[in-house]
Protein backbone atom coordinates (compact mmCIF):
# COMPACT_ATOMS: atom_id res chain seq x y z
CA UNK A 1 0.00 0.00 0.00
CA UNK A 2 1.49 3.22 -1.02
CA UNK A 3 1.42 6.43 1.77
CA UNK A 4 0.08 9.79 2.03
CA UNK A 5 1.07 12.69 4.41
CA UNK A 6 -1.23 14.40 6.54
CA UNK A 7 0.27 17.64 7.46
CA UNK A 8 3.91 17.12 8.68
CA UNK A 9 2.98 14.80 11.72
CA UNK A 10 1.36 11.65 10.26
CA UNK A 11 2.15 9.24 7.32
CA UNK A 12 -0.77 6.66 6.06
CA UNK A 13 -1.76 4.25 3.74
CA UNK A 14 -3.03 6.10 1.11
CA UNK A 15 -6.83 4.51 1.59
CA UNK A 16 -8.00 4.76 5.32
CA UNK A 17 -10.57 2.74 7.16
CA UNK A 18 -13.71 4.10 7.92
CA UNK A 19 -15.09 2.39 11.28
CA UNK A 20 -18.47 4.03 12.05
CA UNK A 21 -20.32 1.95 10.29
CA UNK A 22 -18.85 -1.20 12.45
CA UNK A 23 -21.18 -0.08 15.61
CA UNK A 24 -23.18 2.72 14.18
CA UNK A 25 -25.90 4.00 11.80
CA UNK A 26 -26.36 1.64 8.83
CA UNK A 27 -28.20 -0.92 10.87
CA UNK A 28 -26.80 -4.37 12.70
CA UNK A 29 -23.34 -5.34 12.73
CA UNK A 30 -21.35 -8.47 13.64
CA UNK A 31 -18.26 -7.69 15.93
CA UNK A 32 -16.53 -10.59 14.97
CA UNK A 33 -17.15 -10.03 11.64
CA UNK A 34 -16.11 -6.11 11.84
CA UNK A 35 -12.88 -7.30 13.73
CA UNK A 36 -11.80 -10.01 10.88
CA UNK A 37 -12.05 -7.44 9.29
CA UNK A 38 -9.98 -4.80 10.82
CA UNK A 39 -7.39 -7.56 10.77
CA UNK A 40 -7.28 -8.18 7.46
CA UNK A 41 -7.20 -4.12 6.88
CA UNK A 42 -3.69 -4.35 8.59
CA UNK A 43 -2.81 -7.24 6.51
CA UNK A 44 -3.43 -5.40 3.70
CA UNK A 45 -1.30 -2.75 4.80
CA UNK A 46 -3.80 -0.16 5.44
CA UNK A 47 -2.81 1.70 8.58
CA UNK A 48 -5.33 4.35 9.46
CA UNK A 49 -8.29 4.04 11.08
CA UNK A 50 -11.46 6.46 11.66
CA UNK A 51 -13.66 6.50 14.93
CA UNK A 52 -15.32 8.53 16.97
CA UNK A 53 -17.11 8.93 20.74
CA UNK A 54 -20.09 9.30 18.97
CA UNK A 55 -20.10 5.84 17.26
CA UNK A 56 -22.47 3.66 18.87
CA UNK A 57 -21.84 5.85 21.19
CA UNK A 58 -18.19 4.78 22.72
CA UNK A 59 -18.74 1.23 21.12
CA UNK A 60 -17.29 1.54 17.97
CA UNK A 61 -13.86 3.18 19.87
CA UNK A 62 -13.91 -0.40 22.21
CA UNK A 63 -14.17 -2.50 19.67
CA UNK A 64 -11.10 -0.75 17.40
CA UNK A 65 -8.94 -0.59 21.23
CA UNK A 66 -9.98 -4.46 21.85
CA UNK A 67 -9.38 -5.29 17.89
CA UNK A 68 -6.20 -3.48 17.21
CA UNK A 69 -4.33 -3.74 20.63
CA UNK A 70 -1.77 -5.90 19.31
CA UNK A 71 -1.36 -4.43 16.16
CA UNK A 72 -1.11 -1.07 17.71
CA UNK A 73 2.40 0.04 16.58
CA UNK A 74 1.51 -0.51 13.10
CA UNK A 75 -1.63 2.07 12.89
CA UNK A 76 -2.75 5.62 12.60
CA UNK A 77 -5.86 5.53 15.03
CA UNK A 78 -7.79 8.59 14.81
CA UNK A 79 -10.89 9.40 17.19
CA UNK A 80 -12.92 12.59 17.47
CA UNK A 81 -15.15 14.83 19.81
CA UNK A 82 -17.11 17.69 19.80
CA UNK A 83 -21.12 16.18 20.68
CA UNK A 84 -23.00 17.15 23.61
CA UNK A 85 -24.04 12.81 24.31
CA UNK A 86 -27.19 11.15 26.54
CA UNK A 87 -25.77 7.91 27.45
CA UNK A 88 -29.42 7.10 28.72
CA UNK A 89 -30.67 7.40 25.18
CA UNK A 90 -30.72 4.82 22.06
CA UNK A 91 -27.70 5.61 20.09
CA UNK A 92 -30.02 7.56 17.16
CA UNK A 93 -31.57 9.75 20.18
CA UNK A 94 -28.11 10.27 22.19
CA UNK A 95 -26.38 13.04 20.01
CA UNK A 96 -27.73 16.43 22.29
CA UNK A 97 -25.60 18.91 20.86
CA UNK A 98 -22.52 20.37 19.98
CA UNK A 99 -19.69 21.03 22.52
CA UNK A 100 -16.42 22.24 21.68
CA UNK A 101 -15.63 23.73 25.25
CA UNK A 102 -11.63 23.19 26.04
CA UNK A 103 -13.22 21.03 29.09
CA UNK A 104 -14.85 18.72 26.89
CA UNK A 105 -12.11 18.54 24.68
CA UNK A 106 -9.89 17.51 27.10
CA UNK A 107 -12.53 15.08 29.08
CA UNK A 108 -13.38 12.66 26.18
CA UNK A 109 -9.74 12.66 24.91
CA UNK A 110 -9.12 11.01 28.23
CA UNK A 111 -12.01 9.08 28.03
CA UNK A 112 -10.79 7.90 24.29
CA UNK A 113 -7.61 6.93 25.18
CA UNK A 114 -9.23 4.40 28.00
CA UNK A 115 -11.75 2.75 25.78
CA UNK A 116 -9.10 2.97 22.96
CA UNK A 117 -6.81 1.09 25.14
CA UNK A 118 -3.99 3.04 24.12
CA UNK A 119 -1.50 6.01 25.44
CA UNK A 120 -1.46 8.55 22.44
CA UNK A 121 -4.34 9.45 19.89
CA UNK A 122 -2.44 9.67 16.69
CA UNK A 123 -5.12 12.23 15.25
CA UNK A 124 -7.84 14.25 17.34
CA UNK A 125 -10.66 15.36 15.52
CA UNK A 126 -12.97 18.33 16.88
CA UNK A 127 -16.27 16.25 15.06
CA UNK A 128 -18.63 19.93 14.71
CA UNK A 129 -17.62 23.14 15.23
CA UNK A 130 -19.42 24.41 18.48
CA UNK A 131 -20.36 28.26 17.14
CA UNK A 132 -20.69 29.23 20.89
CA UNK A 133 -17.04 28.75 21.71
CA UNK A 134 -14.41 30.08 20.10
CA UNK A 135 -12.15 27.73 18.12
CA UNK A 136 -9.50 29.40 19.40
CA UNK A 137 -10.50 28.29 23.14
CA UNK A 138 -11.07 24.87 21.75
CA UNK A 139 -7.96 24.13 19.41
CA UNK A 140 -5.73 25.73 22.22
CA UNK A 141 -7.34 22.88 24.40
CA UNK A 142 -6.36 20.41 22.11
CA UNK A 143 -3.15 21.99 21.58
CA UNK A 144 -2.42 20.94 25.75
CA UNK A 145 -2.80 17.57 24.82
CA UNK A 146 -0.30 17.40 22.30
CA UNK A 147 2.14 19.23 24.67
CA UNK A 148 1.03 16.55 27.62
CA UNK A 149 2.12 13.85 24.83
CA UNK A 150 -1.77 12.37 24.94
CA UNK A 151 -2.65 13.54 21.39
CA UNK A 152 0.00 13.23 18.26
CA UNK A 153 -1.96 16.00 15.57
CA UNK A 154 -5.09 17.87 15.53
CA UNK A 155 -7.96 17.81 13.20
CA UNK A 156 -11.14 19.45 12.61
CA UNK A 157 -13.99 18.16 10.53
CA UNK A 158 -16.85 20.00 8.77
CA UNK A 159 -15.16 23.06 9.20
CA UNK A 160 -15.34 26.10 7.08
CA UNK A 161 -12.04 27.52 5.42
CA UNK A 162 -12.08 30.48 7.73
CA UNK A 163 -12.19 28.31 10.68
CA UNK A 164 -9.39 26.18 9.56
CA UNK A 165 -7.14 29.45 8.76
CA UNK A 166 -8.16 30.63 13.05
CA UNK A 167 -7.38 27.14 14.09
CA UNK A 168 -4.04 26.79 12.20
CA UNK A 169 -3.08 30.55 13.50
CA UNK A 170 -3.25 28.30 17.09
CA UNK A 171 -1.52 24.85 16.70
CA UNK A 172 -0.97 23.09 13.24
CA UNK A 173 -4.18 21.09 11.93
CA UNK A 174 -2.97 17.94 10.21
CA UNK A 175 -5.95 16.87 8.71
CA UNK A 176 -9.24 18.54 8.18
CA UNK A 177 -12.12 15.73 7.35
CA UNK A 178 -15.63 16.22 5.51
CA UNK A 179 -17.63 14.22 3.29
CA UNK A 180 -16.66 14.58 -0.05
CA UNK A 181 -16.98 11.85 -2.95
CA UNK A 182 -18.01 12.07 -7.01
CA UNK A 183 -22.05 13.00 -5.78
CA UNK A 184 -20.61 15.78 -3.10
CA UNK A 185 -17.61 17.96 -4.15
CA UNK A 186 -18.62 20.79 -1.61
CA UNK A 187 -15.14 21.07 -0.64
CA UNK A 188 -13.89 21.76 -3.78
CA UNK A 189 -15.26 25.57 -3.44
CA UNK A 190 -12.67 26.42 -0.59
CA UNK A 191 -11.67 24.20 1.67
CA UNK A 192 -9.44 22.10 0.16
CA UNK A 193 -7.43 24.66 -1.43
CA UNK A 194 -7.40 26.26 1.88
CA UNK A 195 -5.88 22.86 3.12
CA UNK A 196 -3.19 23.26 0.15
CA UNK A 197 -2.09 26.51 0.71
CA UNK A 198 -1.22 26.10 4.38
CA UNK A 199 -0.55 22.16 4.24
CA UNK A 200 -2.96 20.30 5.68
CA UNK A 201 -4.46 16.70 4.48
CA UNK A 202 -7.54 16.23 3.50
CA UNK A 203 -9.44 13.24 4.13
CA UNK A 204 -12.97 12.31 2.86
CA UNK A 205 -15.35 10.63 4.45
CA UNK A 206 -18.12 8.86 2.88
CA UNK A 207 -15.83 8.60 -0.64
CA UNK A 208 -18.50 6.02 -1.90
CA UNK A 209 -21.81 8.19 -1.02
CA UNK A 210 -22.51 6.66 2.06
CA UNK A 211 -22.70 2.91 -0.10
CA UNK A 212 -24.50 4.19 -2.76
CA UNK A 213 -22.01 4.49 -5.17
CA UNK A 214 -21.34 0.53 -4.99
CA UNK A 215 -24.23 0.06 -6.94
CA UNK A 216 -25.36 -2.55 -4.45
CA UNK A 217 -28.19 -0.61 -3.12
CA UNK A 218 -31.11 -0.99 -5.37
CA UNK A 219 -34.00 0.75 -3.81
CA UNK A 220 -34.73 2.19 -0.12
CA UNK A 221 -36.10 -1.15 1.03
CA UNK A 222 -32.43 -2.89 0.74
CA UNK A 223 -31.43 -0.44 3.97
CA UNK A 224 -32.19 -2.33 7.24
CA UNK A 225 -35.40 -0.11 8.69
CA UNK A 226 -32.69 1.39 11.56
CA UNK A 227 -30.26 2.06 9.02
CA UNK A 228 -29.52 6.11 9.26
CA UNK A 229 -29.70 6.67 5.70
CA UNK A 230 -33.34 6.52 5.39
CA UNK A 231 -33.42 10.05 6.86
CA UNK A 232 -30.91 11.52 4.59
CA UNK A 233 -32.77 13.64 1.43
CA UNK A 234 -30.57 11.25 -1.21
CA UNK A 235 -32.57 7.84 -0.01
CA UNK A 236 -35.36 9.46 -0.22
CA UNK A 237 -38.13 7.39 -2.15
CA UNK A 238 -38.69 10.84 -4.39
CA UNK A 239 -34.89 11.63 -4.88
CA UNK A 240 -33.71 7.58 -5.23
CA UNK A 241 -34.24 6.54 -8.69
CA UNK A 242 -33.04 9.37 -9.90
CA UNK A 243 -29.82 8.77 -8.04
CA UNK A 244 -29.54 5.16 -8.95
CA UNK A 245 -29.76 6.13 -12.39
CA UNK A 246 -26.75 7.92 -12.02
CA UNK A 247 -25.45 5.16 -10.21
CA UNK A 248 -25.92 2.50 -13.17
CA UNK A 249 -24.01 4.98 -15.15
CA UNK A 250 -21.38 4.44 -13.02
CA UNK A 251 -21.16 1.32 -13.23
CA UNK A 252 -20.93 1.01 -17.19
CA UNK A 253 -18.09 3.13 -17.47
CA UNK A 254 -16.95 1.15 -14.48
CA UNK A 255 -17.33 -2.38 -16.73
CA UNK A 256 -15.81 -1.01 -19.30
CA UNK A 257 -12.51 -0.23 -17.23
CA UNK A 258 -12.69 -3.88 -15.78
CA UNK A 259 -12.99 -2.71 -12.31
CA UNK A 260 -16.38 -2.28 -10.02
CA UNK A 261 -18.21 0.66 -9.43
CA UNK A 262 -17.14 1.07 -6.17
CA UNK A 263 -13.52 0.91 -6.97
CA UNK A 264 -13.61 3.73 -10.13
CA UNK A 265 -15.46 6.02 -7.32
CA UNK A 266 -12.54 5.67 -4.79
CA UNK A 267 -9.84 5.84 -7.69
CA UNK A 268 -11.65 9.06 -8.65
CA UNK A 269 -11.39 10.38 -5.39
CA UNK A 270 -7.46 9.68 -4.86
CA UNK A 271 -7.04 11.29 -7.91
CA UNK A 272 -7.72 14.26 -7.12
CA UNK A 273 -4.80 14.96 -4.99
CA UNK A 274 -2.10 13.17 -3.42
CA UNK A 275 -2.88 15.32 0.19
CA UNK A 276 -5.98 13.21 -0.04
CA UNK A 277 -6.65 10.21 1.88
CA UNK A 278 -10.24 8.64 1.53
CA UNK A 279 -11.69 6.74 4.29
CA UNK A 280 -14.10 4.47 3.15
CA UNK A 281 -16.69 2.63 5.63
CA UNK A 282 -16.32 -1.45 5.20
CA UNK A 283 -17.73 -4.12 7.60
CA UNK A 284 -17.07 -7.01 5.16
CA UNK A 285 -13.49 -9.07 4.45
CA UNK A 286 -14.22 -8.83 0.34
CA UNK A 287 -15.69 -4.93 0.00
CA UNK A 288 -12.24 -3.94 1.90
CA UNK A 289 -10.27 -6.11 -0.30
CA UNK A 290 -12.23 -4.40 -3.13
CA UNK A 291 -11.57 -0.74 -1.47
CA UNK A 292 -7.57 -1.28 -1.00
CA UNK A 293 -7.34 -2.95 -4.00
CA UNK A 294 -8.69 0.84 -5.95
CA UNK A 295 -5.39 2.18 -4.74
CA UNK A 296 -3.88 0.84 -8.22
CA UNK A 297 -6.34 2.17 -10.32
CA UNK A 298 -4.38 4.31 -13.31
CA UNK A 299 -6.94 6.97 -14.58
CA UNK A 300 -6.32 9.46 -17.37
CA UNK A 301 -7.67 12.70 -17.61
CA UNK A 302 -10.30 11.63 -20.21
CA UNK A 303 -11.47 9.17 -17.67
CA UNK A 304 -11.17 11.71 -14.75
CA UNK A 305 -13.48 14.17 -16.79
CA UNK A 306 -16.12 11.21 -17.60
CA UNK A 307 -16.60 10.46 -14.22
CA UNK A 308 -16.57 14.01 -12.75
CA UNK A 309 -19.97 14.78 -15.39
CA UNK A 310 -21.72 11.63 -15.37
CA UNK A 311 -21.74 12.03 -11.49
CA UNK A 312 -21.65 15.96 -11.72
CA UNK A 313 -23.59 17.14 -7.83
CA UNK A 314 -25.85 19.70 -9.97
CA UNK A 315 -27.41 16.04 -11.58
CA UNK A 316 -27.98 14.07 -7.99
CA UNK A 317 -31.65 14.97 -6.18
CA UNK A 318 -31.56 16.05 -2.47
CA UNK A 319 -28.78 17.42 -0.39
CA UNK A 320 -26.60 15.27 1.30
CA UNK A 321 -28.02 15.72 5.08
CA UNK A 322 -30.85 17.30 6.55
CA UNK A 323 -31.74 20.67 7.04
CA UNK A 324 -30.74 19.99 10.92
CA UNK A 325 -27.13 18.22 10.10
CA UNK A 326 -26.43 20.47 7.38
CA UNK A 327 -26.45 23.66 9.86
CA UNK A 328 -23.35 22.18 12.00
CA UNK A 329 -21.38 22.09 8.82
CA UNK A 330 -19.10 24.85 7.21
CA UNK A 331 -18.97 26.57 10.29
Same mark, same amino acid.
Not at 56 to 65: A, R, S
Not at 94 to 118: C, F, H, N, W, Y
Given at each position: ?65 ? #???? %????? $? @? ?5 ? +? =? !? &? /?? *? ?19 ? #???? %????? $? @? ?5 ? +? =? !? &? /?? *? ?37 ? =? ?42 ? =? ?114
Amino acid at each position: MKTRKLGNELTVSAIGLGCMGMSFAYGAADERESTRTLHRAVELGVTFFDTAEVYGPYENEKLIGK #ALKD %RRDRV $V @IATKFGF +R =I !D &P /GK *PAAEAIRGVDGRPEQAKAVAE #ASLK %RLGTD $V @IDLYYQH +R =I !D &P /GV *PIEETVGAMAELVREGKVRALGLSEASAATIRRAHAVHP =IAAVQSEYSLWTRDPEVEVLSTCRELGIGFVPYSPLGRGMLTGT =IRKVDDLAADDFRRSLPRFQEENFDANAALVTELQQLAGKKGVTAAQLALAWVLNQGDDIVPIPGARKIEHLEQNVAAADIVLSDGDLAALGAALSPTLVAGRRYSDASLALTNR
